[in-house]
Nanobody, 116 residues
Framework: QVQLVESGGGLVQPGGSLRLSCAAS????????MSWYRQAPGKERELVAA????????NYADSVKGRFTISRDNAKNTVYLQMNSLKPEDTAVYYC?????????WGQGTEVTVSS
């Protein structure tokens, strides 16, 4: 079965950095569009960043442009989210998603808290 396992979350001070990882198994990773979402308490889940299966084209939410970078290593079946200059408003549970029509798979999430 398909599994997506996120890791790398934690508590970080404002201005700090974290790198999230999402390890995938049970699918042909290189053929899937990968994305990161986040959900803050009391808010809807929102798209943070995405990367295509081929070519590695990326797109970002306006709120994270210039601070976050999504990347993937198809040899390791892993997608990453490098988060720099973190702000308290980045506090959320971060989820990775694998998409290839008509399938969508989600990880269980990893919590990121930005606080002094």
């Amino acid at each position: 079965q398909v599994q997506l396992v996120e890791s790398g979350g934690g508590l970080v001070q404002p201005g700090g950095s974290l790198r999230l990882s999402c390890a995938a198994s049970g699918l042909t990773f290189s053929t899937y569009y990968m994305s990161w979402y986040r959900q803050a308490p009391g808010k809807e889940r929102e798209l943070v960043a995405a990367i295509t299966s081929v070519g590695g084209r990326t797109n970002y939410a306006d709120s994270v442009k210039g601070r976050f970078t999504i990347s993937r290593d198809n040899a390791k079946n892993t997608v990453y989210l490098q988060m720099n200059s973190l702000k308290p408003e980045d506090t959320a549970v971060y989820y990775c998603k694998a998409s290839k029509y008509p399938f969508n798979y989600w990880g269980q999430g990893t919590e990121v808290t930005v606080s002094s």
